[in-house]
């Protein structure tokens, strides 16, 4: 991403850079802060994105996306 920047004395610059990373959201919409943590084997989790809302506690920094947790039970 590049962006132009007015200079003092009337010059510019163009500045490229920063993170352009996706923003991941939740299955409902919402903006996913988190990542699943459901064990799916060989040391890796299932990593779907979710929500504050929809996200399950598991423990402390556990988090579950919904599908996850009903398979808890």
């Known amino acids: 991403m590049c962006n132009t920047v ?3 004395g009337g010059g ?13 959201k939740c299955a409902c919409g919402k ?3 988190l990542l699943c943590d459901w064990p799916i084997g060989g040391g890796k989790t299932c990593d779907k ?12 920094n556990v988090d579950f996306c919904p599908s996850h947790e009903r398979l808890k039970l």
């Open 49 to 60: 994105p979710v929500c504050q809302d929809c996200a399950v506690k598991g423990g402390p």
């Open 31 to 33: 903006v996913a802060a």
């Open 12 to 24: 510019y610059a163009i500045v490229c850079g920063g993170h352009n990373r996706k923003v991941r």
């Open 6 to 8: 007015n200079l003092p």
